[in-house]
């Protein structure tokens, strides 16, 4: 994929060389014994970042997820999440399947639940019939609706919902960093909102893996065990964990470019009559353009643009999503940008 334009995802991104130095300096330890000082700095550091007692290290954000749930809930227990949110989508049901919990899904806006929709949709305790709502999820910046920021007074809302019906809060905060550089808002201001924040170092912030999950000691006292269930208790990983902590210092601020260049293909392919976009709804890294227009479907149009060495992913049958990332320069957006012209307009 060297000589392509690769839109598919920012998960594509390769370690820099900087990068693989951290990796190759090291020190390492049997993590599963917690002996690995770079994981555990690594863990600390986030926690701090976050204003949580403790964090961490797990090996995708799926498994982030996956473990958080299950550390939350018991089974039989209801979770609320958004229709279109990853968990719901793309976790292949893993916490039905491992937690035997029940998955609630309600319909956003762009992925953003009000906190009405919330207090509509919490069970009435006392039911028998009812399974008890014991967690509520959200995803920030959300995925399927086009990298879409939650406004934090709608979190505040939602939070305080939960709080008064004893619900605890997750984030699936994938690209939380994304959120935090577009708004200028710090990761505690998630922090106080969140019983428990999940991100990735795997996206934009450019390591090859690793995610992470911050919380309250009793509640990672619970997650460790959950990892291991699920073979994520790794051994010498403080290799991953410096690549992780290189990405904290290196690629947070730059992830404005990516935005940057979201904007600018955005504002393109607005241009292009067959496609259909909102420029100012790109608010983060994600586009997701609708080619219904185009009298073809998404599969074809990414043929047509793979093709021409442009990569981008169908996201629905008439939607297409394009990612920018620390792999991509403006160079590489002003030729994917001259390609889709080519192609289309
Ligand atoms: N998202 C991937 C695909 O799975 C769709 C992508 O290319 O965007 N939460 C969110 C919001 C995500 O976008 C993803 C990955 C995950 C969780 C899962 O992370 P991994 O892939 O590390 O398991």
């Known amino acids: 994929m060297n000589n392509y334009i690769d839109l598919r995802s920012d998960t594509v991104t390769k370690p820099t060389d900087q990068m693989r130095l951290a990796i190759a300096n090291a020190d390492v330890g049997d993590d599963v014994f917690g002996d690995d000082p770079t994981v555990n700095l690594l ?39 958004e229709k279109e949110s990853h968990t719901f989508n793309y976790e292949a049901a893993g916490p039905a399947v491992i937690g035997g919990v029940q998955l609630h ?62 619900i605890k809060m997750h984030l699936d905060g994938a690209r ?26 795997s996206k934009g912030l450019g390591a090859p893996i690793g995610s992470i999950i911050t919380g309250s000691s009793e509640f990672i006292g619970h997650a460790v065990r959950y990892r291991k269930l699920l073979g994520g208790g790794m051994r010498q990983v403080g290799i991953l964990a410096a690549a992780a902590l290189y990405a904290l210092d290196h690629h947070i601020e730059r992830l404005e470019i990516d935005h940057k260049h979201a904007k600018l293909l955005a504002g393109a392919l607005a241009q292009i009559n067959r496609f259909s976009i909102k420029p100012e709804d790109v608010e983060t890294n994600i586009i997701i353009f609708d080619v219904t227009n185009s009298g073809r479907n998404a599969v074809q149009i990414v043929d047509i643009l793979g093709a021409k060495g442009v990569l981008m ?31 289309f307009a």
Do not use: W
């Open 313 to 343: 992913v169908p996201f629905g049958e008439y939607l297409v999503r394009a990612v920018t990332h620390l792999n991509i320069d403006s160079e590489q957006i002003d030729a994917a940008i001259r390609t889709i012209q080519q192609c």
């Open 105 to 166: 899904p309600i319909t956003g806006e762009k992925g953003i639940l009000t906190a009405s929709q919330i207090a509509c949709a919490i069970r009435p305790p006392g039911d028998i019939h009812l399974p008890p709502t014991r967690l509520i999820c959200l995803e920030n910046t959300h995925n399927r609706g086009g990298g879409k920021i939650y406004p934090i007074e709608d979190i505040r809302a939602i939070c305080e919902t939960a709080k008064a019906n004893q």
């Open 176 to 201: 939380i960093f994304n959120s935090c550089v577009a708004t200028g808002l710090k990761p505690r201001d998630y922090g106080r909102l969140f019983d428990s924040i999940m991100f990735c170092f």
């Open 43 to 81: 863990q600390e550091r986030v926690a701090s970042m976050f204003g949580k007692d403790a964090a961490l290290f797990v090996p995708s954000g799926t498994m982030a997820n996956a473990v958080s749930i299950l550390a939350h809930t018991r089974r039989g227990d209801e979770v609320i999440v």
